[in-house]
């Protein structure tokens, strides 16, 4: 026990009655409000390894990791150290400074086509920027997005978006002009057909198509084998770019994230294909606030300085934040992704059988060590491969089961069209908490 543990004990009904008349809707992001499961979202005191706790002092087994940043779990003694290190030494500086060129190193060791890196502070701004960038760079406004797949709160892309825009089952977002609105091209996932059909109608005025390298905003869906290559084939022939958002499988799903397991990076083979614009958010912080976009300096060096397109930022390549994402990348090594992955493996399946034993309609959606488990009646040999289907949940189950799993003290996310995340730091002892909860959550399902 370290003293950063000792916590007043609050009153978590309390908490969120107070947050609710200081902050709109007592959150700082619409997904933590619970609106879809119901219930007071917990106030988190502290975190540790694979456990938070809230404010009353309960202790669960976290399969949120704070969205994605937590691989090695909630505050590794190395990359606090790195942190207290960094933060000892000054804050912040709007300076240049070696940390940002180590951690943009560290990206290109890993990502290779990403030879310039730009850092910046969160998914958000990395999407944002490749989109200007793609328009910078090709002349043309249209951008090419798809269903459920999210891309941060980007005016443009929140059109038909996964995350809490689809957990609110919102079509868009208000306050987004007509005119943005326009400029973007809303298509279903995994269908080249309606990709090439856009292209031959609207090809010359197209200047991007952004895809999550896998979904996971609209629970798991997989890139149906040779679906990203496609898209590759598409743009290039086109002129357009391709931008791969990897802020949430980038460094989580592997060394080198959703497009070297793909290209097979990983055995230091060729890739099978290489989009323009790369964009990373959430492990290369660590869990500080750290983005970046990445690409050929052919594209990369049109950013202001050298370039046309502005984009900047007073805390980019935060010298704190920076030293959280690279001690995490630096310790994100084979074991630990083999650690990640096996968790994944255990735990999906475990929640897929126990669902299956009370005769929950369910599927088990796995994109690498990525996954979700889909509520409802799902065909089982083709899975869910696109928005439409994916909206077709049983969301009334998957609410019942959380709360269940809640009360037995695990912590998944407060909504189905999430993914579970797992970390390195989920021991044996962490999986068996969760396996032992399962049953309680999978009869509550069945009931609902
Ligand atoms: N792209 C993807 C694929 C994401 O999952 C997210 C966040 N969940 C974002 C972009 C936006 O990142 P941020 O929340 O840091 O703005």
Redesign the pocket.
């Known amino acids: 026990g370290s003293p950063a543990h000792a916590t007043t004990l609050h009153d978590n009904h309390e908490a969120f009655v107070r947050a609710q008349g200081a902050i709109p809707g007592g959150v700082n992001?619409p997904v933590r409000a619970y609106g879809s499961v119901g219930g007071d979202p917990r106030f988190i005191a502290s975190a540790r390894g694979a456990y938070v706790t809230d404010v009353t002092g309960r202790e669960y087994v976290d399969l949120v990791c704070s969205?994605?940043p937590a691989l090695l779990g909630h505050a590794h003694p190395a990359v606090v150290a790195a942190v207290q290190d960094a933060a000892a030494r000054g804050l912040s500086f709007g300076a240049p400074t070696l940390g940002e060129v180590d951690l943009a190193e560290e990206v290109r060791r890993r990502v290779p086509a990403a030879e310039r890196v730009r850092l910046v502070s969160?998914?958000?701004?990395?999407?944002m920027t490749a989109v200007r960038l793609a328009r910078g760079f090709t002349g043309r406004n249209l951008i090419i997005k798809f269903a459920g797949?999210?891309?941060?709160?980007v005016d443009s892309l929140l059109a038909e978006a996964g995350?809490g825009v689809a957990t609110l089952a919102l079509p868009g977002s208000a306050g987004v002009t007509e005119a943005s609105a326009a400029e973007t091209l809303v298509l279903p996932y995994n269908d080249l057909d309606a990709v090439e059909r856009a292209f031959t109608e609207r090809g010359s005025e197209i200047a991007a198509v952004i895809t999550?390298a896998a979904p996971?905003?609209m629970g798991i869906v997989p890139p149906a084998p040779g679906y990203n290559e496609g898209l590759r084939r598409i743009t290039s022939a086109h002129g357009a770019l391709l931008i791969l958002?990897e802020?949430?499988?980038g460094f989580r799903v592997g060394p080198s994230g959703w497009w070297g397991l793909e290209s097979g990076m990983v055995a230091g083979a060729l890739p099978e294909y290489t989009p323009d614009l790369f964009?990373f958010?959430?492990v290369i912080g660590g869990g500080m606030p750290v983005?970046a976009l990445g690409g050929p300096a052919s594209i990369m060096d049109q950013l202001a300085p050298l370039g046309p397109v502005y984009q900047a930022g007073t805390l980019s390549g935060n010298p704190v934040a920076v030293a959280a994402g690279l001690a995490t990348l630096r310790l994100a090594d084979a074991a630990a992704y083999a650690r990640v992955d096996h968790v994944a493996q255990v735990v999906g399946d475990a929640a897929s059988a126990a669902l299956a034993a009370e005769g929950v309609a369910h599927r088990l959606q796995r994109s690498g060590n990525l996954f979700s488990i889909m509520f409802g009646d799902f065909a089982a040999a083709a899975g869910v491969r696109n928005y439409a289907q994916a909206q077709a949940q049983d969301a009334f189950r998957y609410k019942a089961f959380f709360h269940a799993m809640l009360d037995a003290g695990v912590n998944l996310p407060p909504s189905v069209f999430e993914a579970w995340f797992v970390s390195s730091a989920h021991d044996d002892a962490a999986v068996e908490r969760i396996l032992a909860a399962l049953p309680d959550g999978a009869k509550a399902a069945a009931r609902a």
Do not use: Q
């Open positions: 992001s969205w994605g969160t998914g958000t701004e990395a999407t797949c999210y891309h941060g709160h995350s999550e996971a905003n958002d802020v949430l499988t964009t958010g959430k983005a």
